[in-house]
């Protein structure tokens, strides 16, 4: 039944169509793309053509959506801030350092919604690799507005919008104050309206 469900899902984000704001990462160029988890299925597809690893817990959940993202082209990376986060964390930057991109949802997997917590942040600055914040507007949805992210599952041929800023941390990695500010702007970047 699994199975069926992620072909069903194949077939719906084919029909999904993107439009893009602002500066797009660059193929070549090894960065971390992070995006609100609940819009991590719009997310994660529409930057399967990087070909990135894409950060997922370990949950039973996290196992379906490895399955999913396997289906699009994209390794996972298994773990998370509640679940082996360092061991991950070191993996995000050794395929950062190998010149990968990674995808990640920085409130993921259990929230708070729209908390950016700092591992992204954290793995940017230590690979010095830049940051894109993309900011995805779903036109057509259904929102499960009783999950605690009010997940956001486009429908088919729905119109999706990305707005993308990028950063890159430029301080004293070693100073506390300033690398928190960093995830401070981040979370607020990633929150603006599009």
């Known amino acids: 039944m699994i199975n069926v469900g992620i072909l069903l899902l194949r077939l719906i984000a084919s029909s999904w169509r993107y439009s893009h704001i602002g500066s797009q990462p660059d193929k070549h160029v090894p960065s971390i793309i992070v995006f609100w988890h609940e819009h991590m299925l719009a997310g994660w597809h529409v930057h399967r053509y990087f070909k990135p690893s894409a950060l997922v817990s370990k949950s039973k959940d996290g196992a379906i959506l490895s399955k ?90 729905s119109k999706i919008e990305i707005s993308y800023d990028v950063l890159r941390f430029t301080g004293n990695p070693n100073d506390k104050e300033e690398v928190s500010t960093f995830i401070s702007v981040c979370e607020n970047t990633l929150k603006e309206k599009l």
């Open 68 to 157: 999913i993202l396997h289906g699009w082209g994209i390794h996972t990376i298994r773990g998370s801030s509640s679940n082996s986060g360092k061991e991950a964390l070191e993996q995000v930057i050794d395929s950062l350092e190998a010149g990968m991109h990674i995808v990640m949802t920085p409130d993921g997997p259990r929230g708070p919604r729209q908390v950016f917590k700092p591992g992204a942040a954290i793995a940017s600055i230590r690979a010095d690799v830049p940051i894109y914040l993309a900011r995805i507007h779903e036109l057509s949805c259904f929102t499960f507005s009783k999950s605690w992210d009010a997940f956001k599952l486009p429908l088919p041929f």
